[in-house]
């Protein structure tokens, strides 16, 4: 008997029901922490794809119909359900990604509050209103679903990012289809079972499995209405382009580089300590976390002892490790692309303050390791600032001014988050006004917002209008309706007119 017939099979869900699909082709799930593979997978054929978007079509008919009462009972009851799995949810994010346990479960965490946030709708879509704006005219505005929403997500937030999507697009009255990344596919799949037991009518959130092929029958198929990806920029840029000229409406969410700038009058121990975890917590592997420190004037000295004491008492293990601070990256393509790096790095000059590179995990030697990594004298024209390297490296850069800083930030491609650490008002303001990124912290690493506001990049890191979740979330999943009305009294003179008509 083969390996692979002893392993479960990762199923679609399609028009409310586990569904292996019509191809037949499947693609390996591994655990990253062993490198063993874990399940197979089924992939999406074609006819899958139409069926799937033909079930979306007729059940968005029907839920966009739905009462908000009757919408909003389905979300709090997902809320319910959720919170309830939590414990699940993250067993599965670790089993197929690696984070550790407690950062699973944070992520969950995350994505309820989008759930809440959307269980808010009825306030959301109020709309608008303007008695008599003209003589015995009313004018009033309102918002409507778009129809089929595709959501295509990247591996490192399984759940989280799904969430930051399918509460919204379903509370306003869409189907949702998730074709979440086929590296750590179980526990968004875990999401539909759930929007099922909490009421949600066939149809309305289904999942495919698959890859590009997938991705592209969703981008280019009539019956999409809109599409929301997140992942690296290069499979962004694609698929915005590839939607938009496909007449969808599309929010692209991109690659990062994220700096952090350390002002000398920094308290240093707790910009150590935030900088350390948002550098090599979850292996690096956020799209929020810090990769590049800015140190300006003397700070670097004093950082860079205090970052390398805490980079080396970090607990690398097996995510279900209960001490556990990081676990493995995502794929052994992924670990050798952060050793090519580092490597590159220490051939340009740059100094290895602390060495992940030989890292391993007695007994787990096939898991995808790569320890923390701490490069100073990193210089702008080295891979390891030019590439998103996506992996637990922390490269220090010396500037001389927050100002230098700053136009460093701003000549960088990527612009998704940024932080500053400093004691001074005045600098912070002039940080938080000049940089040209999405997502600012101040002595706050990874300024992720909460989910009454939006989260979304500027340059390479969204292509796009709308940020994700948040009010502008509510907008790209709906369109705008605005009526102009009259109702003339029986005996009314008409004032229709060949001229334009003002009043
Ligand atoms: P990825 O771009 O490889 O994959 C993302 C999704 O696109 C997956 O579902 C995948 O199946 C699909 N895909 C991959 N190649 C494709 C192709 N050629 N054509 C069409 N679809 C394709 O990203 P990833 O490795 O899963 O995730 C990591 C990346 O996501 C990093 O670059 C990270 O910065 C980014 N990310 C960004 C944000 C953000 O908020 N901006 C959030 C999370 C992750």
Redesign the pocket.
């Known amino acids: 008997m083969t390996q692979t017939a002893t392993l479960t099979t990762i199923k679609h869900f399609i028009n409310g029901a586990e569904s292996a699909g019509t191809g037949g082709a499947t693609q390996p799930v591994y655990n990253p922490a062993t490198g063993a593979v874990s399940a197979q997978l089924n992939l999406a054929s074609r006819q899958d794809l139409d069926t799937a978007v033909a079930a979306a079509k007729a059940a968005a008919e029907i839920w966009g119909d739905y009462s908000l009462a009757k919408r909003t009972t389905v979300l709090f009851k997902f809320r319910e359900l959720v919170a309830s799995h939590v414990d699940e949810l993250a067993a599965l994010v670790t089993a197929e990604h690696g984070k550790v346990l407690s950062d699973a479960a944070g992520e969950i965490g995350r994505g309820l509050e989008v759930i809440e946030f959307a269980c808010g709708i009825n306030q959301l879509l109020k709309g608008a209103y303007s008695g008599q704006a003209s003589t015995g005219i009313d004018v009033f505005s309102f918002r409507q679903p778009v129809g089929v929403v595709a959501g295509?997500?990247?591996?490192?937030?399984p759940v989280m990012?799904p969430l930051w999507m399918c509460p919204i697009a379903i509370a306003a009255g869409n189907a949702f289809i998730l074709?979440?990344?086929?590296?750590d596919p179980s526990a968004p799949t875990l999401l539909a079972k759930l929007w099922t037991e909490a009421g949600l009518p066939d149809g309305v959130f289904q999942v495919l499995h698959g890859?590009?092929d997938t991705?592209?029958g969703l981008l280019t198929h009539p019956d999409v209405d809109a599409i929301s990806?997140?992942?690296?920029?290069p499979?962004?840029k694609?698929?915005h382009e590839t939607a938009t000229a496909h007449g969808k409406r599309v929010q692209a969410?991109?690659?990062?580089k994220n700096h952090a700038i350390i002002l000398p009058d920094a308290d240093m121990d707790n910009a150590a300590d935030h900088l350390s975890a948002a550098a090599f917590g979850s292996a690096g592997?956020r799209?929020m976390a810090i990769s590049v420190a800015v140190a300006v004037g003397d700070a670097a000295d004093t950082l860079l002892g205090k970052v390398r004491e805490r980079a080396v008492a970090i607990k690398v293990a097996e995510g279900t490790e209960p001490d556990a601070d990081m676990g493995p990256v995502?794929t052994a393509a992924s670990k050798a692309r952060v050793l090519k790096i580092v490597g590159e790095a220490a051939d340009a000059g740059a100094t290895l303050v602390v060495d992940g590179r030989d890292f391993t995990v007695p007994g787990k030697e096939d898991g995808y390791w790569v320890g923390p990594t701490l490069l100073d004298g990193v210089s702008a024209d080295m891979t390891a600032y030019t590439e998103?390297i996506?992996g637990p490296v922390l490269a220090v850069m010396r500037v001389e001014t927050v100002e230098e800083g700053i136009a460093l930030i701003n000549a960088n491609p990527y612009g998704?988050g940024t932080a500053i650490f400093t004691s001074s008002g005045a600098n912070a303001r002039k940080f938080q006004r000049g940089v040209h990124v999405g997502m600012i912290g101040i002595n706050v690493p990874v300024p992720v917002p909460v989910a009454y506001h939006s989260?979304g990049?500027w340059k390479n890191?969204?292509f796009g209008d709308k940020h994700i979740y948040g009010e502008e979330g509510v907008a790209f999943y709906t369109r705008a309706k605005v009526v102009t009305s009259r109702w003339p009294e029986p005996q009314h003179v008409s004032d229709a007119s060949y001229n334009f008509p003002s009043n």
């Open positions: 295509i997500t990247p591996f490192n937030f990012v074709k979440p990344s086929e590296r890859g590009k991705v592209d990806f997140v992942g690296s920029t499979i962004a694609y698929v969410l991109g690659g990062v592997e799209c995502i998103e996506f998704n989260f990049g890191s969204l």
